[in-house]
């Protein structure tokens, strides 16, 4: 009886254990347990049509967004990268030793300036092409034997098609080296020469007022500063200019209302005393005034000092580009009064963004003429505005234009009647400055017009 129920207990216990692990393999998702069903009967009826009056259920409601709508990909381009600029070499003629290195040792350094501020600008696009200016610069040594052969380098070894400078006279002795390799030369000043810029210079230019234009200059600032001033004489250097500049210079200064007395003075370019010069003019009688042709600031200087000497204060008007600080420091504070001169005068009322930038680039305080820098930034304008690169063609696109924006302001391509050449000089306007009881100060600005 014993041996019975324990084999229904161990049997018992075997059931139970079964049970747990088949509840355990369902809870699991383990196999259900299937029943096998024999298939039921086919229907030989019909089966009855779905009803129409019920309503479909709705859709679940879903919160998720709708897929983003696919965004095609950035359209490719082939086009190449923008080609590197290229080199534009521009050469420049300075006498940067020598007796004239007082004008041109400053200019070679503003030259540099206005190179550094096209390029920065962007440089020159020609025919699609960009060109950062490339400077090669040569010393005339302030002789014309000097000028020649620094020409010659220029272009049988260096190989520019366009050049700035020189200044004044030594372009005769440049002027034929570049006229015969067709070399477009622009001088920084003319003083009207044979040789200089005339029918036999096809290829040259100026862009500063030339003496034509800086005599109609200082002839209005003398009778602006005094308008009672009638009768005047003239002082000239003595460098070859005198039978081509002061017929020009007579006329200019009779076209504004002064008579001209006495004979021409002159002096030379080495000349250090200038007692004897300041005596003749003192001799000549009936002048009111005196009026200095070209030449360098030691020149106009002396002569003021030497005036001032004999007791004789009569204004004196001088036609070159001199700050009025240098011919303090060499006639001193006691003989430096009722002075004109042409000198710039920066960030003074009226003047150009242009002018003023060219001076900040710079070290400053410093003196600046702006002769040979206004030539390269008109040259550069000409060449971006003719869209090539050879002298032919730019050069007659700098005959065919009339005005364009210069260092100076506005300038007006004329000389057409001085030069024989159509458009070859450009007059813009200018400052003077003005010497008051031993000081400098700035004048004003004159508009000269057109060159004739």
Not at 361 to 388: C, D, E, H
């Amino acid at each position: 009886m014993k041996r019975k129920q324990h084999s229904i207990w161990v049997i018992s216990i075997a059931l139970v254990l079964i049970l747990t692990a088949m509840t355990i393999l369902s809870a699991c998702g383990g196999p259900a347990a299937t029943t096998t069903a024999p298939a039921p009967a086919p229907s030989t009826s019909a089966a009855p049509p779905p009803t129409t009056s019920a309503k479909p259920a709705p859709p679940p409601a879903t919160s998720a967004a709708p897929p983003p709508a696919t965004q095609s990909p950035p359209p490719t381009t082939s086009a190449p990268p923008p080609a590197a600029a290229k080199a534009l070499r521009i050469g420049y003629l300075l006498c940067i030793s020598g007796w004239y290195s007082i004008f041109d040792a400053v200019e070679e350094g503003d030259v540099k300036i206005v190179a550094k501020l096209i390029n920065d600008q962007g440089g020159l696009t020609i025919q699609g092409q960009k060109y950062n200016i490339e400077l090669v610069g040569e010393d005339g040594k302030s002789s014309l034997d000097g000028c020649t052969a620094a020409a010659n380098k220029l272009v049988d070894q260096d190989g520019v098609k366009f050049v700035v400078g020189p200044t004044g006279f030594f372009s005769t002795g440049s002027s034929p080296v570049f006229e015969a390799a067709k070399v477009m030369h622009v001088s920084g000043y003319i003083t009207n020469q044979p040789g200089e810029m005339d029918a036999t210079t096809p290829y040259g230019f100026t862009a500063f007022n030339d003496t034509v234009g800086t005599d109609i200059a200082i002839a209005k600032a003398m009778k602006k500063e005094y308008p009672n001033l009638k009768n005047v004489s003239i002082v000239c250097v003595d460098d070859g200019q005198v039978p081509y500049t002061v017929p020009i210079y007579k006329k200019i200064l009779q076209d504004q209302g002064f008579n001209v007395v006495g004979d021409t003075v002159l002096f030379t370019n080495d000349m250090q005393d200038f007692n004897p010069i300041a005596a003749k003019l003192n001799a000549i009688p009936n002048t009111d005034a005196y009026f200095m042709q070209n030449g360098a600031p030691p020149h106009a200087a002396g002569i003021l000092k030497g005036l001032r000497s004999l007791g004789n204060s009569k204004p004196f008007g001088c036609q070159g580009a001199y700050q009025m600080s240098d011919i303090i420091a060499i006639a001193g504070k006691q003989a430096a009064t009722d002075m004109l001169s042409l000198g710039v005068t920066p960030h003074a009322p009226g003047n150009p963004a242009l002018m003023d930038k060219v001076y900040d680039m710079g070290k400053t305080p410093r003196v600046i003429y702006l002769f040979n820098p206004q030539g390269l930034w008109v040259l550069a304008q000409v060449i971006q505005a003719a869209n090539s690169l050879d002298p032919a063609v730019v050069k007659a696109k700098w005959e065919s234009m009339d005005t364009l924006d210069t260092l100076f302001g506005k300038g007006i391509f004329s000389g057409d009647q001085t030069y024989g050449l159509k458009h070859h000089a450009i007059g813009h306007p200018i400052q003077y400055q003005k010497l008051v009881n031993g000081e400098g100060q700035y004048g004003g600005w004159i508009d000269v017009g057109p060159i004739p």
